[in-house]
């Protein structure tokens, strides 16, 4: 297992994944142990945002055979999931994801986007940025 924290950006990896072993698509490649490589290009880590305003989450993932993944927003302070979004994306070397959220608060409010995918040898990776959203 590896973990790095560097300014509020976080990154982690561990083998085991989803356990998501019935999926018919998902061919598990038992020697495979690579670890997905995530990027988060937006937001930058502790970037401040107004309510109302769109926040666009892009980046990259590549691997040798990425399976699946997920981008989630949470509220640290509430530890609430406040969107959630699931791709499949069997056998695929590289993809660019992107997510639009427009949050909406009446006092400032500080939440993580998290990016975790796994690939077809269960190898699962993700990282972390906290935004900041004002009134």
């Known amino acids: 297992m590896c973990i790095a924290m560097m300014s ?3 990154s982690h990896c561990s083998s085991g994944g989803y356990g998501q072993e019935t999926d018919p698509n998902h061919i598990v490649d038992f020697s495979d142990s690579t670890f997905p490589v995530i990027e988060i ?3 930058t880590a502790d970037q401040e945002f107004k309510s109302g305003a769109t926040i666009s989450i892009t ?3 590549t691997d040798n055979s990425l399976y699946q993944g ?3 927003i949470k509220d640290e302070g509430t530890g609430n999931s406040v969107k959630d ?3 499949e994306i069997h056998g695929l070397s ?3 994801y992107t997510l639009n959220w427009t949050p909406s608060v ?3 409010t500080t939440y993580i986007i998290t990016v975790e995918f796994e690939d077809h040898g269960f190898n699962k990776s993700s990282k972390s940025v906290k935004v900041k959203v004002s009134p």
């Open 8 to 10: 509020l950006l976080f």
């Open 106 to 108: 009446t006092k400032s």
């Open 85 to 87: 979004q699931v791709y």
């Open 70 to 72: 997920s981008v989630t």
């Open 94 to 96: 590289a993809y660019n």
């Open 41 to 43: 290009t937006t937001p």
């Open 59 to 61: 980046g990259k993932i």
